[in-house]
């Protein structure tokens, strides 16, 4: 079973920055990886996906704000967020989608942006 571990969220201003980090103990290399988000009282959202060899997706509330990316070499996934609102503030979830399409999640990290 993958194992999927978020890092980088935290307290930010409007305007600022995060970078979020998803390390996965096995190869993502051929899989869709993901990030997800929920905030206080909404269900889970997609942020971005990125496909085995590049392609992206990106929900119309980031869409030009953010960037996911990812790392074979190291299976890693990334989500670069500029221009942070207070909107963003949510629990971020790192997704690996299977060949069967089967769904792993990451215990997820708090980005918490302040006006």
């Known amino acids: 079973q993958v194992q999927l571990m978020e890092s980088g969220g935290g307290l930010v201003q409007a305007g600022g920055s995060l970078r979020l980090s998803c390390e996965a103990s096995?190869?993502?290399?051929?899989?869709?990886m993901g990030w997800y988000r929920q905030a206080p009282g909404n269900e889970r959202e997609l942020v971005a996906t990125?496909?085995?060899?590049?392609?992206?997706n990106y929900a119309a509330s980031v869409r030009g704000r953010f960037t996911i990316s990812r790392d074979d070499v190291y299976n890693a996934v990334y989500l670069q967020m500029n221009s942070l609102e207070p909107e963003d503030t949510a629990v971020y979830y790192c997704n690996l989608r299977s060949f069967r399409g089967e769904d792993y999640w990451g215990k997820g990290t708090l980005v918490t942006v302040s006006s």
């Open positions: 096995g190869t993502i290399s051929g899989n869709v």
């Open positions: 990125i496909f085995p060899r590049g392609p992206t």
